[in-house]
């Protein structure tokens, strides 16, 4: 995974802390099917007046239809899950992008977790962008465990009162 350091960190003296580079590329639908496609890559965490930047050099109108393709960086089961979900904006792209930036690794396990109780909550429909984004912010709602495997082992949990089983995801690999 490359890393870069955002230019307003190094102003702030704190640029020690490297964020990992998810790339994106981005194209004018309406280009596309005129011309072909003229794609513009991305990489996110980036500013707003960045990603105003990313769209004129696309060739990308104000209220314009565009499509992103999620490249290089991103984790697998957020790609998976972003690759299925429709109209996602370069700006809800750039804040997941942040926000997942925040996550240390357990934070992250939930999250993986919280987004695959979803996908097979509604499997015929895709998480959106939203979703994905709100599942961020209800992140204390879930508890990943691990240790668990089976039902049985998730029951005695509960009725041993050391989770509240409203929305524990176990492992199930075994």
């Known amino acids: 995974m490359d890393y870069f350091v955002l230019p307003e960190k190094v ?18 639908k309406k280009q596309d099917a005129e011309i072909g ?32 393709i999620f490249c290089n960086g991103w984790l697998d089961f957020l790609e998976g899950a972003l690759s299925e979900a429709e109209s996602i904006t370069l700006e809800e792209a750039n804040i997941l992008t942040y926000l997942v930036s925040q996550m240390n690794m357990l934070q ?21 962008i939203k979703e994905l984004i709100n599942l961020y912010y209800n992140l204390d709602c879930y508890e990943f465990r691990p ?14 009162g050391e989770t509240s ?10």
């Open 147 to 160: 240790e668990i495997r089976n039902d049985r082992e998730l029951g005695d949990i509960c009725l041993d």
């Open 37 to 68: 496609c003229f794609e513009v890559n991305v990489t996110l965490l980036t500013e707003d007046s960045f990603l105003k930047d990313v769209t004129r050099r696309a060739y990308i109108g104000e209220s314009e239809a565009y499509k992103l």
């Open 165 to 174: 089983c409203h929305r524990t995801r176990a492992s199930m690999d075994a």
């Open 108 to 128: 992250m396990e939930n999250y993986e977790a919280a987004i695959q109780i979803r996908q097979e909550e509604t499997i015929d429909v895709s998480p959106t």
């Open 11 to 28: 102003l702030k003296g704190t640029a020690h802390s490297l964020i990992s580079v998810w790339e994106i590329e981005i194209f004018s």
